[in-house]
């Protein structure tokens, strides 16, 4: 199964902007991929979406902030995050949507603080 690696977090002040990048082992053209989030105690949430057409979709919290994109032939799929906010703090991660269990990555830690 396809294995996927985060990066790109950090230490961000309000109203900065982030790229995180999630590199795939192997082939994603035919998958839907997302970006997920967890902040400390809560759940992991679906943030953005991409469809193997192109095809986006956003959690109401982020729309208008974030980018998700894909390019196949690295098999690499980014999220660029503009305007962060504190309630962004959280450990970011891309995944298959739906996602595949065994193919959670470590994450990219994203912290939004002044």
């Known amino acids: 199964q396809v294995q996927l690696a985060e990066s790109g977090g950090g230490l961000m002040q309000p109203g900065g902007s982030l790229r995180l990048s999630c590199a795939a082992s192997g082939s994603i053209f035919f998958m839907g991929m997302g970006w997920y989030r967890q902040a400390p105690g809560k759940q992991r949430d679906l943030v953005a979406e991409i469809t193997s057409g192109g095809s986006t979709n956003y959690a109401d919290s982020v729309k208008g902030r974030f980018t998700i994109s894909r390019d196949n032939a690295k098999n690499t799929v980014y999220l660029q995050m503009n305007s962060l906010k504190p309630e962004d703090t959280a450990v970011y991660y891309c995944?298959?949507?739906?996602?595949?269990?065994?193919?959670w990555g470590q994450g990219a830690h994203v912290i939004v603080s002044s």
């Open positions: 995944n298959r949507v739906p996602p595949i269990v065994g193919s």
